[in-house]
């Protein structure tokens, strides 16, 4: 399976609480929601597509939680999101979350070398993509790991100068190649990106 990653940031790479106050209030963070004034039919029909490629979910704890929330109680048949988040296995990495009750959810636990493994092994199955939606924490941990196939950031008009990153310090320096571009009526930025490999450098320092 090729695993995509997918997650909603602002101008200045902040992730956390898109959909609302109550989403992730940590570390004081006020500005929750920031992600609603800019819905738009394109954001939507984007995110379904991709949705209809799922073969399985990845998903952070926190993530995982807002989800088992909120998709379960959405229980038309063909809704494009709902019905595959409720259908599809679901892979939640967690070392504390011991029964969970959002069906066909498994627990991924043990050390980052354990969890790294079993990522390996859930993309070496055949079929078609294994999603990360949001679960930045996590994400952060694929990329260190060289894990991720393929990016698909959508870029909110918006500064908030606080709240959880998804680029920090840390991060593996990385190339990327662009496989997709769009800018939505709302004016969100949609990128496709596949990683390359390490950054190469150069210079415009005038020949002596």
């Not at 819905?39 to 939507?44: L, N, R, V």
């Not at 490629?53 to 063909?78: H, K, N, S």
């Amino acid at each position: 399976m090729k695993l995509t990653f997918t997650t909603f940031l602002t101008l200045d790479g902040v992730v956390q609480a898109p959909g609302g106050p109550e989403e992730d209030p940590g570390d004081g963070f006020a500005h929750g929601g920031w992600q609603a004034p800019f819905g738009d039919d394109e954001t939507d029909r984007q995110i379904i597509e991709w949705f209809a490629g799922a073969e399985a979910f990845l998903l952070g704890r926190r993530t995982y939680d807002i989800f088992a929330r909120y998709w379960p109680r959405v229980t038309e048949p063909d809704h494009p999101i709902a019905a595959p988040l409720n259908a599809l296995p679901k892979y939640v990495v967690s070392n504390t979350l011991k029964n969970p009750e959002w069906h066909g959810t498994t627990v991924v636990a043990g050390s980052d070398a354990d969890v790294a493994s079993a990522v390996r092994t859930l993309k070496d199955r055949p079929g078609g993509e294994l999603q990360v939606h949001g679960s930045g924490a996590l994400a952060r941990f694929l990329m260190g790991h060289g894990l991720i196939d393929e990016y698909r950031l959508l870029t909110y008009p918006v500064v908030l100068g606080e709240g959880r990153r998804l680029f920090t310090d840390g991060v593996p320096a990385t190339s990327f190649a662009v496989a997709g571009s769009s800018t939505t009526s709302s004016g969100v930025t949609i990128t496709t990106l596949r990683p390359t490999g390490r950054p190469t450098y150069g210079s415009y320092d005038l020949d002596e």
